[in-house]
């Protein structure tokens, strides 16, 4: 294989967008972590996995969304970053195919579109959060590793089942109940709840809570919280404009309320 020369080693984040990298590295007994990159634009497409290779990952890049979705159904990936408009089949189609499929690998939406109603949409179909265009590869990287993080650790979460009323929560199984009703939740939105209904009548901002659901601290869109408690209040209160379970404390963040019963057990 070729030796990079020190002045393409040193080459600046601008020129990745010019230079085509290699997405593919060497097999190796024990497999690198694998990032679909789901782009059209070549340009874009080549630098993230530029940078994502740099970084110790396998990087393939696809462009279009059929193949994507027969790539991951033959070989798999340990996240996906999935651009939302595609040609033909567009990235809000391919997150719901996924998950129609049974595919729960992380996504991370990479998007030029600075609708909040794309955004929710995209994000209540499981994708566990997203990027706006123009955007910092050493920033998506970031994110990249945490959703990675946390996924690890969320299969480690401890604790008894919470019950709160008519809610169940489960860490062992991570399920949530309401009544007789399974409520299906995305990882996130999961790992928000549980966090939130572990430390009730806590109060967390949102900077907080990105450190400590999705593991960023110095990245990452406090609205994205915003958008996941929207969602999770629509699936686990009766009334999401009056929840009873996740309270807004204004010009502070959210918490988790405890019913008076379950208050009295805490003491």
């Known amino acids: 294989m070729r030796q990079r020369t020190n002045s393409?080693?040193?080459?600046?984040?601008?020129?990745?967008?010019?230079?085509?990298?290699?997405?593919?590295?060497?097999?190796?007994?024990?497999?690198?972590?694998?990032?679909?990159?789901?782009e059209d634009d070549p340009n874009v497409g080549e630098v993230v996995s530029r940078y994502l290779v740099r970084e110790g990952f396998e990087a393939p890049v696809i462009r279009n969304g059929l193949e994507a979705l027969e790539f991951l159904s033959k070989d798999g990936a340990d996240l996906v970053i999935l651009d939302l408009m595609l040609p033909g089949l567009d990235g809000l189609e391919i997150a719901r195919r996924m998950r129609a499929d049974g595919i729960t690998t992380p996504i991370i939406i990479l998007t030029a579109r600075q609708r909040e109603s794309d955004i929710v949409l995209g994000l209540g179909l499981g994708a566990d959060d997203y990027v706006a265009k123009p955007f910092s590869p050493v920033e998506l990287v970031a994110?990249?590793?945490?959703?990675?993080?946390?996924?690890?650790?969320?299969?480690?979460i401890g604790g008894g089942v919470i019950r709160d009323g008519a809610l169940t929560i489960s860490p062992e199984t991570r399920s949530v109940t309401r009544g007789d009703e399974q409520v299906e939740l995305t990882s996130t939105e999961f790992d928000l709840l549980h966090h939130l209904a572990s430390n009730p009548g806590r109060v967390f901002s949102r900077e907080q809570l990105l450190q400590d659901v999705w593991d960023y601290s110095h990245i990452g869109d406090p609205s994205t919280v915003t958008v996941h408690v929207r969602r999770l209040r629509a699936k686990i209160e009766q009334d999401p404009a009056r929840p009873r379970y996740i309270k807004t404390v204004w010009g502070v963040g959210y918490k988790f309320q405890p019913s008076a019963s379950a208050e009295a057990r805490l003491k």
């Open 8 to 38: 393409e080693n040193e080459s600046s984040p601008a020129d990745g967008w010019r230079n085509v990298a290699d997405s593919r590295t060497t097999a190796s007994p024990l497999r690198a972590e694998r990032v679909l990159v789901v």
């Open 143 to 156: 994110r990249v590793k945490a959703v990675l993080r946390r996924r690890t650790a969320g299969n480690d």
